[in-house]
């Protein structure tokens, strides 16, 4: 077990057994004020993720974690205290709760899926209103740059070293040099990091769907990496240790939900006010928030430019195999590279 990690606690650390609310980085705090009927429809829901068997392991947890914020609202709001009784109106109340949250379409879309999902399951008689009938904000995929400005990463960077969070700061550190997903992040290894300084590639073993990658250090990376490797080694970690997650069970899906919601409580206090006002030229305008993933677009932008000065017939592929994807497409999403102004006659 990482003693790195010892001060790493959950903002959710007082909800009952079962019920912590992973909240999305792109949502606000979720704050319970009925964690007693919270904990009743958790529990009831739970009832059925546990002896559920459909779909994919991966789509039922995010389900099962949807529902749950959506109990907490019900405790709320409504005051309900059995899951198979909600009604329509329950359900939109809530759709309008996340619009005006300023959740993405992408999350509103998936989280009312998963709430269909238990209440089917849940034996309700009830019907809840199609996405085409919900007037829900269309997903507008890629039309927005999503990386942080260098302002926000040294503020961020400085909230987190005050909190004492320095989980958080490691990954930051390893996600803004590396591109990682921050699963990846949580699932890195001191052993990682020897090899890497052997080698010279930093290998994700274990990336989306199961891919493996290797990352070509270049001399800011390798600089990253030995001085960590220095830091790791004299608190007595061993190779085989986590960077920032428990060796427990569990512990990286909990540092994972640490992290999320760091992000979620913390970003107001760092995050550029106005900042989807901002267009840089070349670039599409800046997303409205940020997030963990937002690092991740940066990453590649940064590795997009360098690659251009070296390498420039190879550069997107480069970035998208750096990235772990495989089509060009979604590459050409993390650049955000506005489209030339067509030239009048």
Known sequence: MSDVNKTNTLEQANAPPGTELVIPEHLPPIKVMN????????????????????LSFGTRKRHYEATKRF???????????????????????????????????????????????????????????????????KRAVGVENRAWLPEEKEKARAVAEEMGRTDVVIAFDFIDAFGLRIEEMCRTKLEYLMSALKNGQLVVPKGKGGQKRNITLNPAQRALIVRYVEYFQARGLRPGDYLISNSEKHGVLDEKRSLQNWMSYNREKFMVKDRDKIVEEGKKKRHATISWHGLRHGYAQKTHE??????????????SENLGHHRYKVTRIYLAEAKPKKKTK
């Open 306 to 319: 360098e690659a251009l000065k070296d390498n420039p017939r190879q550069a997107q592929k480069i970035v």
């Open 71 to 137: 109990c907490g609202f019900l405790a709320d709001n409504f005051r309900l205290q059995k899951f198979k009784n909600v009604e329509d109106r329950h359900f939109r109340a809530y759709v309008e709760y996340l619009i005006e949250s300023g959740a993405s379409p992408a999350t509103i879309q998936s989280d009312l899926s998963g709430i269909r999902f238990f209440h089917r399951l849940s034996g309700s008689k009830n019907k809840l209103s199609e996405n085409n009938c919900l007037d829900l904000p």
């Open 35 to 54: 964690p007693g009927l919270h904990k009743n429809l958790c529990e009831q829901v739970t009832s059925i993720y546990k002896y559920c068997n459909e």
